[in-house]
């Protein structure tokens, strides 16, 4: 995430839509976005933008920590947005 931080420093989050049951399960959808800064990885820095939806699915144990955490986006458009045509 670090990395993620440096190469776009106006990251923004918003999320969207919060569900969780009562065994600790939570869905988050979410839209980040941000102006690319620094190289990052294979995506060489040209000022471009991007927003996309996130979903991620994680577990709060009953001390109200996270213990697992999965996220899910569009990786090729991501990448497009950011005008990297090499898809990995």
Same mark, same amino acid.
């Given at each position: 995430?670090? #990395?993620?931080? $440096?190469?776009? *420093?106006? +990251? =923004? @989050?918003?999320? =969207?839509?919060? $569900?969780?049951?009562? #065994?600790?399960? &939570?869905?988050?959808?979410?839209?980040?976005?941000?102006? *690319?800064?620094r190289d990052f990885g294979i995506i060489k820095c040209t000022g471009g933008r991007y927003e996309l939806p996130h979903l991620f699915l994680f577990? &709060? @144990?009953?001390?109200?920590?996270?213990?697992?955490?999965?996220?899910?986006?569009?990786? &090729?458009?991501?990448? $497009? *947005? +950011?005008?990297?045509?090499?898809?990995?």
């Amino acid at each position: 995430m670090s #990395d993620t931080l $440096r190469a776009v *420093q106006d +990251l =923004t @989050t918003a999320v =969207t839509s919060l $569900r969780a049951d009562p #065994d600790g399960n &939570v869905a988050a959808e979410a839209r980040i976005g941000g102006t *690319q800064a620094r190289d990052f990885g294979i995506i060489k820095c040209t000022g471009g933008r991007y927003e996309l939806p996130h979903l991620f699915l994680f577990h &709060v @144990t009953g001390d109200g920590l996270i213990d697992d955490i999965v996220g899910y986006w569009d990786n &090729v458009a991501w990448k $497009r *947005q +950011l005008g990297c045509l090499e898809i990995d």
